[in-house]
């Protein structure tokens, strides 16, 4: 399905905010000489030999701020330049001398991180509030596009879109099999897709201690052209110049993350290297900016009450705290729009108090004859399979007229069933109200 005009201006309506800005000295990036050589002796130690510029990407920073360290570290007789030519400081070749070598390990035991270097937990929050899915634009011309797969009554759009504006937290409860999961995926889409793009740092310091988000395996890279082009040292050039955006963010699609029956406690909390002497953020903290997904609520390795208890401040303040080892804790952001997906009743699951603080509840019932028979002929058309009105009649006539109830997910399990059947015979993929007998007696004998 393509986006209406309207979707297109509702994709406008959502920018990216303004990127963070390069900084030009330590004191702006937040960070102590002291830090920044100690990264430097760890990334020459694990990478060998680096150019000055090959440095300033590693670590994200505009050489001019890591210029000193380097020549710190270099009269302090830690680093020896093994060559370079005409260009300056930027293409000297770097390399640990043998008391280098020694501060290198010495470094690499209090923390081993190497990579980008951490922004400061100040302009982290600083950034996520500028993004918050709190001001999200969000229109029913819009929203159409990524639940144009799915049959929902309009009275559903009614329900779902102020949920999306709100950005605080959405209970989709209901029977199986109607549809609940992937009506919370599409509105996941839908942030993806035209919420804009938002800023994550790959790191951030805390009190001492570094906290990595950004997780290629949850976020999605925007995919807009740089400013400065689409060639491959562009990153290098931003490092080498002053007004650009710094280095040490990423700007990402709206992130959707989902998570099932896995979900436990320790999940929510920071995860700690021991090894490496840093921490990881917890998955719900990698959603800020974006959509946390709870599919199967109730069905967790912890009870409810216990997840619900542990975010009890969180949904209602919009800020959690991170603890590090040391017992200390620090408060963070806690801005995402939170959906609770469900086949129990939420009654048994929560108290009045805890449904107070999910602001939306959407129920989602078994679809009547009408929307059943429009979600069977998509299915039909998804497979390249004619409509046959004598199945629907049967499957009714047989189950659902005799105490089964409806579930939208029957049609796509049915007709994939009599898709196999076809298929298995060498026959062309066809639907006949004989076939449909032959696969619900396989489908659905068992729960008769």
């Known amino acids: 399905m393509g986006l209406s005009r309207h979707a297109v201006v509702d994709w406008e309506s959502n920018p990216a905010p303004e990127a963070p800005a390069q900084p030009e000295s330590l004191k702006e990036a937040g960070l102590s000489q002291g830090f920044v050589n100690d990264m430097i002796l760890r990334s020459v130690y694990t990478r060998g030999t680096m150019l000055g510029r090959d440095l300033a990407q590693l670590l994200c920073l505009p050489f001019k701020v890591i210029k000193d360290g380097l020549r710190f570290l270099k009269d302090d007789k830690s680093l020896q330049v093994d060559g370079g030519d005409l260009v300056g400081e930027v293409s000297y070749k770097f390399s640990l001398t043998d008391l280098g070598r020694k501060r290198a390990q010495d470094a690499m035991s209090q923390c081993a991180y190497v990579g980008p270097a951490p922004v400061p937990l100040e302009d982290y929050v600083e950034q996520c509030y500028r993004q918050t899915v709190t001001g999200l634009q969000c229109f029913p011309e819009a929203l159409r596009a990524p639940f144009g797969h799915l049959v929902l009554k309009e009275d559903m759009f009614t329900a779902l879109g102020p949920a999306i504006i709100s950005g605080r937290s959405v209970f989709i409860y209901g029977p199986p099999g109607n549809g609940k999961t992937a009506m919370a995926r599409a509105i996941g889409d839908f942030m993806n897709t035209m919420g804009g793009s938002v800023y994550i740092p790959y790191a951030f310091t805390a009190d001492g201690n570094i906290i990595t988000v950004y997780d290629p395996s949850l976020h999605t890279l925007?995919?807009?052209?740089?400013?400065?082009?689409?060639?491959a040292d562009a990153t290098v050039r931003k490092l080498l110049n002053s007004g650009s955006s710094d280095q040490r963010w990423v700007k990402i699609r709206r992130p959707v993350i989902v998570t099932g029956g896995e979900l436990n406690l320790s999940m929510l909390d920071l995860r700690y290297n021991a090894e490496a002497n840093f921490y990881q953020a917890p998955i719900h903290f990698k959603a800020n900016g974006g959509v946390f997904l709870i599919d199967d609520f109730g069905r967790q390795q912890c009870s409810p009450k216990e997840l619900l208890n542990r975010w009890i401040l969180p949904l209602e303040d919009r800020h959690d705290f991170l603890t590090v080892a040391s017992g200390k804790k620090f408060q963070v952001p806690f801005e995402q729009l939170i959906i609770?997906?469900?086949?129990?009743?939420?009654?048994?699951?929560?108290?009045?108090?805890?449904?107070?603080?999910?602001?939306?509840?959407?129920?989602?019932?078994?679809?009547?004859?009408?929307?059943?028979?429009?979600?069977?002929?998509g299915q039909c058309k998804r497979l390249g399979m004619n409509y046959a009105a004598d199945a629907v009649d049967y499957l009714y006539e047989r189950y659902y007229t005799r105490g089964r109830s409806t579930q939208a997910s029957d049609c796509r399990d049915l007709l994939e069933i009599v898709q196999s059947i076809c298929r298995y015979r060498r026959q062309p993929v066809h639907l006949t109200r004989d076939l449909m007998v032959e696969a619900s007696a396989s489908f659905i004998a068992e729960f008769q």
């Open 222 to 231: 925007d995919d807009s052209p740089d400013e400065l082009g689409d060639e």
């Open 340 to 377: 609770f997906s469900t086949n129990l009743d939420p009654k048994q699951l929560v108290d009045d108090a805890f449904l107070r603080r999910i602001r939306h509840k959407v129920g989602v019932l078994a679809p009547d004859r009408a929307v059943y028979e429009r979600i069977f002929a």
